[in-house]
């Protein structure tokens, strides 16, 4: 419950920002404007913590070419990363995850759901 409630805010919260960038006449995002990302929220085993595990693993995927995004959450055992699938394919993102090296713990992903953002109509 608590993860679709995460999703529903980001998602929320994106499209707020959308809506405000556009109505200024500035040019949004290319990650917004083209809706060529996409999101996953991602499952994660074996995180002792959220300042050493999860937020290594955010920071090794927000290095990666084509990561948008990425929220890793040690309490909720989750990350939600966005990514443009064009430049970087979802095992590869897995693979950032789960190749993290931090002390001697192992990552392991246990559950990969795409999410589906909705998106506005330009009136």
């Known amino acids: 419950m608590k993860s679709k409630i995460v999703v529903l805010f980001i998602a929320m919260f994106t499209l707020v920002i959308n809506n405000c960038l556009a ?15 996409s999101t996953i929220l991602v499952t ?23 990561v948008v995004s990425s929220e890793i959450s040690f309490e909720n055992k ?14 590869e993102v897995k693979a950032i995850i789960t190749d993290t090296k931090v002390k001697d713990y192992n990552y392991t992903i246990t559950s990969v759901k795409t999410i589906t953002a909705i998106t506005p109509k330009n009136n």
């Open 23 to 37: 109505q200024e006449g500035e040019a949004l995002p290319a990650e917004i404007l083209t809706n060529d990302s």
């Open 44 to 66: 994660i085993e074996g995180m002792a913590c959220q300042e050493g595990c999860a937020d290594k693993i955010s920071s090794n995927l927000m290095d990666s070419e084509g």
């Open 78 to 91: 989750s990350g939600l990363i966005s990514f443009d699938p064009t430049i970087i394919t979802i095992e």
